[in-house]
């Protein structure tokens, strides 16, 4: 039996949740699109070629710590002193001294990038790809601090299809977002850190619809609030 209880939604918490989860929104919580700059995925393509052939020549004859790419301004590449494999390759793409994205390396495969697209020092987005090459997900970090707590997955289409969030900032993943044509559709959340989801949202036009809640934590929604233009509608579903 619903309850329309006709509470005035709180305008400021649906505009802080719309915009805390959008893709869209500000750089403090943005999803930038999954592809980084094309220009410097191609550089990175010819100096992987000219880094494989350096890293041979250096196991056949020595193994250097680093090396600058011949020819390449602000790119520097580190191989293992063990075993003369690549390990890092740095550049500084905007010449200005300073290193600002970081290539990890396994030999000659990219494992996984650190960028700092704002050239402040610090990393804000993090490329992580498949043995096979291709891009697996973009980590971000909400709070522009440096630390990853946010993974964003493309779909198909190219647009952002998920997002994994560590609300905690610890490093586990606790709320998953589910993205339609690049805008935010549903999400689920374990908020009280259990281990099971007890929060469930679906969006509307960039702002929050629903919000069904797991009160007595047996992993089955029993309260829902549906969010209108006339107030707030509250059920209890069982």
């Known amino acids: 039996m619903a309850e329309d209880t006709r509470e005035e939604a709180d305008p400021a918490e649906r505009r802080r949740k719309t915009v805390e989860y959008s893709p869209n929104a500000g750089d403090s919580c943005a999803a930038p699109p999954i592809t980084y700059n094309r220009l410097l995925l191609m550089r990175h393509a010819s100096l992987l070629i000219a880094f494989a052939a350096l890293g041979a020549a250096a196991g056949a004859c020595s193994t250097p710590s680093s090396s600058d790419a011949p020819g390449a301004v602000g790119v520097k590449a580190s191989y293992s002193k063990s075993s003369g494999r690549l390990e890092l390759i740095t550049y500084d793409t905007n010449r200005d001294g300073k290193v600002d994205a970081w290539s990890h390396m396994d030999g000659t495969r990219l494992v996984w990038m650190e960028i700092d697209r704002n050239f402040d020092g610090v990393p804000d987005r993090w490329e992580y790809y498949s043995p096979a090459g291709a891009l697996e997900k973009v980590g971000l970090s909400r709070a522009n601090d440096g630390k990853v707590d946010a993974w964003a997955y493309q779909g198909d289409d190219g647009q952002v299809a998920r997002i994994e969030v560590s609300t905690r ?3 586990t993943v606790n709320r998953w977002e589910f993205y339609q044509g690049g805008n935010l559709a549903r999400a689920e959340e374990d908020a009280n850190g259990d281990g099971a989801r007890d929060r469930w949202e679906t969006y509307r ?28 509608k509250a059920e209890t579903l069982r």
């Open 169 to 171: 900032r610890d490093g």
């Open 205 to 232: 036009d960039g702002a929050l619809a629903s919000l069904s809640l797991d009160t007595n934590g047996d992993g089955v929604p029993d309260r829902r609030l549906s969010y209108g233009p006339d107030g707030v």
